[in-house]
């Protein structure tokens, strides 16, 4: 029996077509000839995040390659307001942020009723104004559903709006591995009566071969920038932003996406010393970039505006290229 049920394991790990999980069942493990990336199991009630602020499609906590981790994932930490890894959400929402920016149906719902936020589902309206600080209730969840590959899977979510009059949607995003680049395929398709505008990014929790946000990291971008937010242990050179400093607790910076630039969208983040690299690609063309870093991490943030009316759908791209020297 003991045989069997070793050829069995053996099997399911090896056969293509088959990923493997972790011992409590709330990560997979997804691999290639050159990556090994861990994923959110999104419907296990054990999941490294539990929260109502990002969407629980597409969660990767771990990226290693040649045995070097690339993402920031602490084994001690608040599964309701801690992430970690590559965590995508939709509307954020910021203390004095634009009137725009808030979820659809957030305006017009009255207090105790739902709001839309995509990803998650609808959240119960709080007396207080919504920001990311903050954890409405979960009033109707979306459904979610996986498909799980070797080195893929397909995520499904559906919500159709019982509380949310007239908002309602399908999500569906692939996350693939080919060489040493991830990618997640996005597509949104407004199912409601009502328009949708959502502003969209993932938070980058990067941390490449465990080094510390001040150990030397250089952040560059292909257009000229002028970021706001900077402190003493940031450098601006040209267009790159030099990390040599201690962030005693946060620095939130921004940078305006270029008015009339073409060219690709794109952050990288290098450690020289590690001799690692990251390339951050968005298919769209940005909204912004924010950047978000502590002394455990660096986190750029590329949004994105997503404007659909009943029945439309937009798709696009987030791929992240995993290099060493």
């Keep these: 029996m003991r045989s069997l ?13 088959v990923s493997s999980g972790t011992e409590d069942g709330a990560e997979r493990l997804l691999r290639n000839d050159r990556l090994e990336v861990r994923v959110m199991v999104p419907d296990h009630p054990g999941r490294y995040n539990r929260g109502t602020r990002f969407t629980p499609i597409a969660a990767v906590l771990g990226v290693r390659r040649d045995g070097v981790e690339y993402l920031y994932r602490p084994e001690t930490h608040d599964p309701i307001n801690d992430h970690a890894g590559l965590a995508a959400e939709f509307d954020l929402c910021i203390p004095d942020g634009p009137a725009d920016a808030l979820p659809s149906g957030y305006q017009e719902a009255a207090v105790g009723e739902g709001f839309l936020k995509i990803g998650v589902g609808a959240l119960r309206k709080p007396a207080k104004t ?3 600080f903050m954890t409405p209730a979960l009033l109707e969840p979306a459904v979610t559903t996986v498909e799980w590959q070797a080195n893929r899977a397909v995520f499904h979510q559906i919500f159709d709006g019982r509380t949310t009059p007239g908002y309602s949607y399908r999500l569906d995003a692939v996350l693939s591995l080919e060489g040493a680049s991830l990618a997640v395929d996005w597509k949104l398709t407004n199912t409601g009566t009502k328009p949708i505008t959502t502003r969209q990014y993932t938070h980058n929790f990067f941390r490449i071969a465990d080094r510390p946000t001040a150990s030397g990291y250089i952040l560059s971008f292909p257009y000229d920038i002028q970021p706001k937010g900077l402190e003493e242990g940031q450098k601006l050179a040209g267009r790159s932003i030099h990390f040599t400093g201690a962030i005693p607790r946060w620095i939130n ?10 060219g690709r969208n794109i952050v ?3 450690h020289p010393r590690a001799g690692r690299e990251i390339i951050c690609e968005t298919s769209d063309p940005g909204l912004r970039t924010d950047i978000h870093a502590r002394a ?23 791929k992240y290229t995993f290099l060493d020297d």
Excluded at 253 to 262: E, F, L, R, V
Excluded at 301 to 310: A, R, V, Y
């Design 5 to 17: 049920f070793c050829l069995t394991a053996w099997l399911l790990l090896c056969v293509p077509g």
């Design 130 to 132: 919504y920001h990311l």
């Design 253 to 262: 910076a921004t940078i305006a996406y270029p008015s009339g630039y073409a």
């Design 268 to 270: 990288t983040l290098r």
């Design 296 to 318: 455990d991490y660096i986190s750029p943030e590329q949004f994105i505006e997503i404007i659909l009316p009943p029945g439309g759908s937009h798709s696009w791209t987030r």
